[in-house]
């Protein structure tokens, strides 16, 4: 509406020079000799329709891509900070074996701390005295006969290992065996760095 009125205002002022007695502006000079006419229709016209292009708003003058494309490329102050590498578990995990106790045994997982009594017990017939006769579990002294019968205990039927070592021919025997969980396995910090030989980075 304003590029509108202007163009009015400038016609009315054309016109109005025109009316006087000195020469008509250049806008409105007609060949030598010529007779200038006026169309009022210019007046009330669109200027589209004289060839004239409204000018585009933007209200947030902002420039719009072009619908052609359709991809927005990303800005590089946009301060968006790229995700570090991602970390994980690394190393490689402490051996069973080398475990002598339990308590260092299970600190490794999949080591397993087994203890047992071992060996085989002596034969009951193989004891010469009433004292070694009546220390044999299953053995028994006959006075009579002044020697030692029955069947000695095996080793096998023991859980503690002072009464396995009490039997003639058994031993305590206990040790540190399986396969430790790989470094690789793990996706928490915690339990990566809670396993012997194992770091998360």
């Given at each position: ?13 054309a ?13 409105l ?24 292009s ?6 947030s003058?902002?420039?719009r ?17 790229r ?44 004891q ?15 006075s ?13 039927l023991?859980s ?42």
């Open positions: 509406m304003s590029s509108r009125k202007s163009f009015h205002a400038a016609a009315l002022a016109l109005a020079l025109a009316a006087c007695d000195g020469p008509a502006p250049p806008m000079r007609g060949p030598e000799g010529g007779v200038l006419r006026f169309d009022a229709a210019m007046i009330d016209g669109d200027p589209a329709d004289a060839g004239v409204p000018p585009v708003r933007t209200d003058g902002a420039t891509p072009t619908r052609d494309s359709g991809i927005t490329q990303p800005s590089s102050d946009s301060g968006v900070t995700p570090s590498p991602t970390e994980s578990c690394h190393g490689v995990p402490s051996g069973c074996f080398a475990r002598t106790t339990r308590t260092t045994c299970e600190q490794i997982e999949g080591c397993i701390y087994d203890e047992q009594c071992e060996g085989i017990s002596a034969s009951c017939y193989s010469w005295t009433h004292y070694t006769c009546i220390s044999q579990d299953g053995c028994y002294w006959n009579s006969r002044d020697d030692c019968s029955g069947s000695a205990r095996p080793c096998s023991y503690g290992d002072s009464t396995c070592r009490r039997q003639e021919g058994c031993r305590w025997e206990s040790d540190c065996s399986g396969v430790p969980r790989s470094c690789g396995s793990y996706f928490d910090r915690f339990a990566c760095n809670a396993q012997p030989g194992c770091s998360w980075y």
